[in-house]
């Protein structure tokens, strides 16, 4: 089964930037659905974004033009470009593929926002 692992996070200021990865351990994510998920401490996980195989994309409201999903076939990746941070992203950030053999996460990278 594909292997994910996510990369990217950090500590940033209230504005900032940052730009995830999620890297998948076989040859491609074509046809497959990736999507981000964040928890925040003592919170339930939520859903954010979504990219469909033919590129298609879906965001949560509260993250609509302010992050940019993207990929890279050539590099198996998919990105996750985080503009105008605020604190309350502050979370561990995960990445999931939707597959023919099933559903895979990663482990997730942190986030923080600094106000």
């Known amino acids: 089964q594909v292997q994910l692992v996510e990369s990217g996070g950090g500590l940033v200021q209230s504005g900032e930037s940052l730009k995830l990865s999620c890297v998948g351990s076989e040859d491609s994510f074509n046809g497959d659905i990736i999507s981000w998920h964040r928890q925040a401490p003592e919170k339930a996980r939520e859903w954010i974004a979504t990219l469909w195989p033919g590129g298609a994309t879906m965001y949560t409201p509260s993250v609509k033009g302010r992050f940019t999903l993207s990929r890279d076939d050539a590099k198996n990746t998919v990105y996750l470009q985080l503009d105008s941070l605020k604190p309350e992203g502050t979370a561990v950030y995960s990445c999931?593929?939707?597959?023919?053999?099933?559903?895979?996460w990663g482990q997730g990278t942190q986030v923080t926002v600094s106000s």
């Open positions: 999931q593929r939707t597959g023919d053999d099933g559903t895979t």
